[in-house]
């Protein structure tokens, strides 16, 4: 197996998981590193071997995911190498969905749901309709619904029990996670979790909290964006500076998010950067949308253009090297120091067939000479099938701008 290429100057070798789409983004971490870039979708038996054999062959010892999924393969490799960020305990809390909303202070009603059951015990156990029911170690909205009636919920769980390569797939992300582990070292880990639908969204506001665990297990508040979403959730945008959190609550959100942190770090979690989609409610409280144990890589372009920070390098260096920041984003927000503001708008499509059939390639390819990023996550020639669908679509293709204020953003 050989990467995608080689580069930087540094003397610490690295090797990096990611999409080759978004591998400059990496550019500030040249002076650093030599990295050695590989771009796969699925961390198998014979492409882990052959990393392995790669990493050896030229003494690599450290490696470092920068997308969803490459968290947990970043992890594993780690581990294979002897270089342990945190626990294993750490990644499977983190990880798995019904986990972290166990962590979580003052959830919504949430359950876990196992397929294998009679139906009619899963039935039981929904307190609330509609409600949520997704997946707990997968991500990307796969296997995502908002399930109205008993009926449906029961088609539901007769399609999963029928699909073998998401069967497939779910037992090869349980295998790398808890590998090595005793049995009786394992909590419930329950394949699907059914949890609380809010119905207005309208009356909801959505963000993603940015933040990091010390070795010492303490919170470091780093950066917030705010999100909006259009007709259909087939076009979002994800903002910064965020317009609608009020920072004489930032201190709040900070304790908020150190009450489920501290759960974590119990259990192992530490020197990572994670983030948290929450809504912030109509009565002003906050709610868990989602905790990942990650940087939030996509926002990378935004804090680059609104704080002239690198998130990436911040992460690497503190996950790798054990150092922290110089500057954080969220101290330049709560004293209004904004280079420029930016969004990331996400495109998503419900329809099917040919991509460059769907959306003008030629001029999206224009818009990279124009725009800090441009990220097409779906190939002109690709044809997307039902089977690629979300709740939200398929995300195609994700436009970083940026501009002199938030009023020329929004126009």
């Known amino acids: 197996m050989e990467p995608v290429g080689v580069i930087g100057e540094g003397q610490d070798k690295l090797m990096v998981f990611g999409r080759e789409c978004f591998f400059k983004e990496l550019d500030e971490l040249k002076r650093h590193f030599q990295m050695h870039l590989f771009d796969f979708e699925n961390l198998d038996e014979e492409n882990f071997h052959g990393l392995l054999e790669y990493s050896g062959r030229l003494d690599i010892k450290k490696v470092f995911g920068i997308s969803q999924i490459d968290q947990m393969y970043h992890f594993t490799m780690n581990k294979a190498l002897g270089f342990e960020i945190y626990s294993q305990r750490a990644l499977l809390h983190g990880f798995n969905k019904h986990l972290s909303r166990k962590a979580e202070v003052n959830p919504f009603w949430f359950t876990d749901i196992d397929p294998a059951d009679d139906d009619d015990v899963s039935v039981s156990k929904i307190k609330e309709w509609p409600f949520i029911f997704k997946n707990t170690s997968l991500c990307s909205g796969i296997s995502h619904y908002l399930v109205k009636t008993p009926e449906q919920f029961k088609t539901i769980l007769a399609d999963y029990r029928r699909n073998d390569k998401l069967l497939v797939q779910m037992e ?147 996950t790798i090297r054990k150092q922290e920041p110089k500057r954080l984003p969220w101290n330049d927000w709560l004293e209004d120091r904004i280079v420029k503001p930016s969004a990331a708008v996400v495109i998503a499509t419900s329809e099917t067939g040919r991509v460059g059939d769907l959306f003008d390639y030629e001029y999206c390819r224009s818009l990279e000479k124009k725009l800090p990023c441009v990220w097409f996550e779906r190939g002109e020639n690709e044809i997307l099938t039902t089977a690629d669908q979300t709740k939200a679509g398929t995300q195609v293709i994700t436009l970083w701008i940026e501009a002199n204020s938030l009023r020329e953003l929004f126009d």
Not at 275 to 293: A, C, Q, Y
């Open 172 to 318: 090869r992300i349980h295998t790398l996670i808890t590998d090595g582990m005793k049995e009786e070292e394992l909590p419930l880990l329950p394949p699907f979790i059914a949890e609380h639908f809010i119905p207005d969204l309208t009356k909801t506001i959505e963000f993603t909290y940015e933040g990091y665990v010390t070795e010492d297990g303490r919170l470091i508040d780093y950066g917030i964006a705010e999100e909006t979403y259009f007709k259909n959730q087939e076009i979002f945008m994800y903002f910064m500076p965020p317009i609608s959190f009020p920072k004489d609550r930032a201190s709040e959100l900070s304790d908020w998010v150190k009450g489920f942190i501290d759960n974590l770090y119990k259990e192992g979690f530490k020197n990572q950067f994670f983030n948290i989609e929450f809504w912030l409610m109509e009565d002003g409280s906050f709610v868990m949308t989602e905790f990942n144990p990650r940087c939030a890589w996509p926002y990378q372009p935004n804090y680059r253009s609104t704080f002239g920070v690198s998130l990436l390098e911040d992460a690497v260096n503190l």
